[in-house]
């Protein structure tokens, strides 16, 4: 992909960060992919490159380990990394977006310290534990419970569908000190997963994205000291829901990677194969579906990176983040539709990169907020009377 096409005004730090993760997607994640996905072996040596190539902690602070760079930065690597390895671009993705954030955001020195540093720096994996069996699309009614007991909390429950969940050694746990309270009695904990009361229960076998864990978790009289509890007792459902916000541009940048891959391998095929005496991309009803995906792709894309330019300035991102989610989500899942349509026979096979591009499409309709989720964010930013 060539980002000068997609935006005019790159800077020159931003040319040499594309170029190295361009570089390093296309040598070391793309020829892997094809066996994690058929494996569901977590990636552990190439998220162990990514750290060391400051890919694990970007937008955070140097000074806390990270490579303190911007939220377009950031978007352009997920979708490099992603159009090579969808399941590598989640567990970044993840890492980045839902766990350094919201430490960066709300902790206080000493959490950054302990917890921020090795997540930033990639010797730590994070994963972030909202949904639960009951609970996904309205986490505000959650039911894991948090004790306040002498010197922390004490926490019992479950989490569903945790990305991350099975590596994870720091998750960022949301817990209510009292249900009744509703979102207001949301706590966010800091839980490293070596605590007493820990478990991972069950790993879900999963159309796509396959070489990322998704687990569920269990919390059985789990201790945690004060020092893990992120901002104030009740200050949980705001962090999850500004978390969430910058976790949209990380997921829609995913969905821009898994469409710019099944556009490119779509775009060879049709030069590539012959029909009726000629390349397909010879005829118009190919054509017509390159220029759509195209055409799509790049409209989610300056959604995607309006979204990260506006939460780099500092400005309301909520309904650009929704929007970019929303798009980026759609426009993957009718790309890579049509990928195999232009592949006809060939792109029903596991030869072909797009039959993994269509099965990892899918979860970027549902995680991080479905698609009717961003709808109703979106809505309710436009009906206000703000
Ligand atoms: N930022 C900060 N605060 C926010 C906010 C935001 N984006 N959105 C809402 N809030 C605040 C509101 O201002 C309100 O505050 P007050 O109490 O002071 O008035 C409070 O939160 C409650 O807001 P709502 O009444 O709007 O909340 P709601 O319960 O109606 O929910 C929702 C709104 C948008 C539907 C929300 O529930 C939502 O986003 N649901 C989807 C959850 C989701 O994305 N889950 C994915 C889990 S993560 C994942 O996928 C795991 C993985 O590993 C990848």
């Known amino acids: 992909m060539d980002y000068s096409k997609a935006w005019p005004n790159l800077d020159d730090s931003q040319k040499m960060l594309m170029d190295s993760v361009h570089q390093f997607s296309n040598e070391v994640v793309a020829p892997r992919a094809a066996h994690h996905d058929e494996t569901g072996e977590f990636p552990t040596d190439t998220i162990k490159q990514m750290a060391e190539m400051g890919l694990m902690g970007m937008m955070v602070e140097e000074k806390w380990g ?3 760079l911007s939220t ?5 690597a997920m979708e490099s990394v992603s159009a090579a390895c969808a399941s590598t671009g989640v567990i970044m993705s993840v890492n980045n977006s839902l766990v350094c954030y919201p430490i960066q955001a709300f902790g206080n020195d000493h959490q950054k310290e302990k917890f ?3 997540l930033a720096t990639g010797q730590k994996l994070g994963c972030f534990a909202l949904s639960e069996p009951g609970h996904g699309s309205d986490p505000a009614g959650l039911k894991c419970r948090a004790e306040r007991v002498s010197g922390g909390y004490k926490l019992n429950g479950s989490k569903n569908w945790i990305t991350n969940g099975r590596e ?3 998750c960022i746990l949301f817990a209510t000190i009292n249900p009744e309270l509703k979102h207001k009695g949301i706590c966010a904990f800091v839980v490293d997963t070596k605590s007493k009361g820990f478990s991972v229960n069950k790993l879900e076998t999963k159309l796509g994205i396959t070489a990322s864990s998704t687990a569920s978790l269990f919390f059985d009289d789990c201790f945690v000291p004060d020092e893990c509890l992120l901002g104030k007792e009740g200050d949980g459902f705001k962090i999850a829901m500004s978390t969430l916000d910058g976790g949209r541009i990380g997921i829609a940048s995913q969905a821009l990677g898994i469409a710019t891959c099944a556009l490119e ?5 049709a030069m590539e194969r012959e ?3 000629a390349p397909i991309a010879k005829l118009q009803a190919i054509q017509f579906y390159v220029a759509e995906m195209a055409t799509r792709l790049q409209g ?3 959604l995607t990176w309006f979204a990260a330019s506006r939460k780099d300035q500092g400005l309301p991102f909520t309904r650009e983040a929704a929007m970019a989610k929303l798009s980026a989500a759609d426009a993957a899942m009718w790309i890579t539709t049509k990928a195999i349509q232009v592949h006809g026979g060939y792109g029903y096979t596991k030869e072909y990169v797009v039959e993994r591009n269509f099965r990892d499409a899918k979860i970027t309709e549902i995680y991080e907020g479905t698609s009717e989720i961003q709808k109703l964010v979106i809505a309710a930013q436009e009906l206000s009377k703000k």
């Open 66 to 68: 990270g490579a303190g």
């Open 72 to 76: 377009v930065d950031y978007a352009m």
């Open 116 to 118: 921020l540093k090795p």
């Open 168 to 170: 994870a050694d720091y």
């Open 265 to 269: 391998a779509s775009k060879k095929f």
């Open 275 to 277: 029909q009726f005496g």
């Open 300 to 302: 989610a894309r300056l």
